[in-house]
């Protein structure tokens, strides 16, 4: 008999592989997408060195183009597969599976998908995974729709129970619900056990209203890798350093202090007047390997160490990531992992 016991695994347990969309000039990616492209094809090569890449496209001439750039960048094609589903746009972490883990089966939660509290059109996103459960991609998966709005990067798991999210996003999705009602559907849904609320913490150029994931982020033995900010002269000065004190009463459930790696501050990112977000938190753990966005500044370097330092044993990749956070957002925000044994 198979376990009813199902979990949220922590990013860094084992993956079957990683969940792509390409870009096309139907998505929001239109006005800059032959760079855009290339930093796509770079992340798939990168990704398809430690595990497989299940890529979306669009249509049969999206998939030639997507196959053309990966070849040029030299990725092992034997690891790309290519599905052709509908999408609206490309932010994966956000539309795609939040997958659980049971004793040998695996659950697909759907959660609704309201393109960032109604920002954005996202009937075809919010159907995604209906698409992709419907294709029989999964092995002893069963799809479980929830009606409830709930993005991926808005919340962290150890994998040992504890999620880490953030008040300002769950808040804006459902300001008629409390705390205790939110994470009471948060534990039933995903098999924790209790939620970690950070009050403080934004990022200019983030349209999400605060995900976790360019702020704070799980990393192995009990370590929060997150964003601070060292510029007292920054507008964000404040509400990070509010941010990092939160971080700091936080228990694990043990009862001791997290440890903390605090990551650089790159240098205001300004396109046509309108600062973006360039989180160095963002980052996207695969099997063996760490990619680490990086935005041509200073602090590039000192941003992947520090994330080396709390995944050990990982390769540290550090992969351009500068034409991505034009739409707001970085690797993790595109990407969602798959725990291992879910693919063939």
Known sequence: MMSTAFRLPAEWEPQAGVLL??????????ERLAEVESTFASLAAAIARFEPVLICVADAQVRARATRLLESVGADLSKCRFVEIEYDDTWLRDSGPITLRGADE??????RFTGWGGKFAASRDDRLIEGLAARELFHHAEHRR?????????????????????????????PEQSREQMARMLCDRLGANRVLWLERGYLQGDDTDAHIDTLA??????????????????????????????????????????????????????????????SYANYLIVNSAVLVPVYGDPADAEAARIIGVAHPGCEVIALPCRPLIWQNGSLHCLTMQLPRGILE
Not at 21 to 30: E, G, I, L, N
Not at 247 to 276: E, N, S
């Open 217 to 278: 982020r799980f990393a192995p033995d009990d370590a929060i890798v997150f964003q601070a900010c060292d510029d007292p002269a920054d507008v964000h000065y404040d509400e990070l350093a509010a941010m990092r004190a939160e971080l700091a009463v936080l228990r694990t459930t043990d009862g001791k202090p997290y440890r903390l790696h605090a990551l650089p501050w790159a240098r205001p990112v300004i396109d046509d007047g309108r600062r973006l977000a360039a």
């Open 146 to 174: 929830v009606d409830w709005a709930l993005e991926g990067g808005a919340i962290e798991s150890d994998g040992a129970g504890t999620l880490l999210t953030t008040w300002r996003c769950l808040h804006q999705r459902h």
């Open 106 to 111: 695996f659950r697909l939660m759907d959660f």
């Open 21 to 30: 969309a390409w870009p096309h000039a139907q998505t929001d990616w239109a």
